[in-house]
């Protein structure tokens, strides 16, 4: 319970130190409260070190993770969008898909096992066990990761293909050309995605290529239309709780993570009497009792997505934005 008050301490802190510096608490006054808040953050983040020290099992901590990967892919493309043409990161992203696709379907998996996709067997989970051994990977299954070394291959091509469409969007071409341009590549990656499939199946928890193509098309579609509906028809109306999402993005994922931990560790008694996690609780007791188990949980999922919102939104109207 210590470690969770203190780590509580520090994210209150934290917010706190990153709401003082919006624009409308640049006084001094304000700002020597910052400065103390930013002393009770780093004391708190001490204390969390030096409990981690003594009393982490770091012989179970996981060392792939979302995050992680995301650091990785950054690395990788900011590299090539320093050093590399826009032509260059088209043919390298095509490079690594490629690549990842020869990797998972025609190298044998040490052990005498045939190259194969399965979750436990694949060459990308043969490679994460050798590296990080079960103990480091993720504790749900611990036998392979979602976000293990070799699939970050690909996840660079989805974040090259970010890149592209980034520099299409800055570019000088016409309104009507960036939608032209978003939709028709859209399409075509869309369609590639799908006949890819039947070679080198669509799978998000190996990032296959073909789902990297998939996904891309997807979203291209998805940017098209809206640019023309936002800018080019001007029906901006409708995008307030996605606007209210996008400028405090960092905060809603932090949070999403917490109220899902505090659900899980926060206990009450169950049918029988055992303790179980209070989500696990308002769940079976709201939505269960007169939904569909599909429907039970979307009404569970649009819940939590709405109380997100709530939370942003707070800011959105206080014109606080968490950046880092």
Not at 10 to 25: C, D, G, H, I, S
Not at 167 to 172: F, K, L, T, Y
Not at 182 to 194: D, E, K, R, S
Request: charged share 10%; aromatic share 14%; glycine share 10%.
């Amino acid at each position: 319970m210590v470690h969770l008050i203190i780590m509580a301490t520090a994210m209150v802190a934290v917010f706190t130190r990153e709401v003082l510096n919006q624009k409308q608490f640049q006084t001094e006054t304000w700002q020597q409260r910052r400065k103390w808040v930013s002393y009770l953050a780093w004391a708190a983040m001490a204390c969390m070190v030096v409990l981690g020290i003594f009393y982490y099992d770091f012989s179970h901590m996981r060392f792939p993770g979302v995050l992680q990967r995301i650091g990785l892919v950054y690395l990788a493309c900011g590299f090539l969008f320093l050093k590399a043409s826009p032509r260059m990161q088209l043919f390298t992203g095509i490079g690594l898909l490629l690549l990842y696709w020869g990797l998972m379907t025609l190298v044998p998996v040490p052990g005498g096992i045939a190259p194969n996709l399965e979750a436990e067997t694949n060459l990308g989970a043969w490679l994460d066990r050798a590296i990080f051994s079960t103990n480091h990977l993720w504790a749900a299954v611990k036998t392979w990761d979602p976000e293990g070394l070799l699939s970050t291959i690909p996840a660079i091509g989805t974040g090259i293909a970010g890149m592209l469409a980034g520099e299409w969007v800055r570019s000088n071409k016409s309104d009507y050309e960036k939608v032209s341009g978003l939709l028709a590549v859209g399409a075509l990656l869309f369609a590639l995605g799908l006949i890819w499939n039947e070679f080198f199946p669509l799978n998000k928890k190996i990032w296959t290529s073909s789902y990297v193509v998939y996904m891309a098309g997807i979203s291209l579609l998805f940017l098209g239309t809206i640019y023309w509906l936002v800018d080019i028809k001007g029906w901006k109306g409708w995008i307030a709780p996605f606007q209210v999402y996008g400028v405090n993005a960092l905060f809603a994922f932090l949070l999403s993570g917490i109220v899902a931990r505090l659900l899980g560790t926060i206990k009450v008694p169950g049918p029988e009497g055992e303790p179980v996690g209070i989500g696990s609780w308002l769940y079976q007791h709201s939505f269960v009792n007169f939904l569909s188990p599909m429907n039970a949980s979307l009404a569970w999922a649009i819940c939590n997505v709405l109380l997100i919102l709530g939370a942003c939104w707070m800011l959105y109207r206080n014109r606080i934005y968490i950046k880092v």
